[in-house]
């Protein structure tokens, strides 16, 4: 059975910096691009980031792009979102998820199979 588990999450001054994990209980972990979304109060469902199966490419939403990173370390079967000058736009549940088919629709949620719980990350104005 496929976990997901994120961490990292807390309360942050607008500025500042988090960095987000996602450990994966797949024994295949390479065999899956994955993504980051998050779901702020009252707001759909968005794509925030996608990182392919190597690692060799990444993708990211406009409203990220310059200031997220993702990242993953194959070996240790987890997927990073590195998050710098966060504003409170960025205040949401933080979700991973792992796509088995590599979707060229990476920023469609129901294109991943396996989801986790989420981590909540506040950012303070």
């Known amino acids: 059975q496929v976990q997901l588990v994120e961490s990292g999450g807390g309360l942050v001054q607008a500025g500042g910096s988090l960095r987000l994990s996602c450990a994966a209980s797949i024994l295949t972990f390479n065999s899956y691009g994955m993504g980051w979304f998050r779901q702020a109060p009252g707001k759909e469902r968005e794509f925030v980031a996608r990182?392919?199966?190597?690692?060799?490419?990444?993708y990211y939403a406009d409203s990220v792009k310059g200031r997220f990173t993702i990242s993953r370390d194959n070996a240790k079967n987890t997927v990073f979102l590195q998050m710098n000058s966060l504003n409170p736009e960025d205040t949401a549940v933080y979700y991973c998820?792992?796509?088995?088919?590599?979707?060229?629709?990476?920023?469609?949620?129901?294109?991943?199979?396996?989801w986790g719980h989420g981590t909540q990350v506040t950012v303070s104005s």
């Open positions: 990182i392919s199966r190597s690692g060799g490419a990444t």
């Open positions: 998820a792992a796509d088995l088919h590599a979707s060229t629709r990476y920023a469609v949620g129901t294109e991943y199979e396996y």
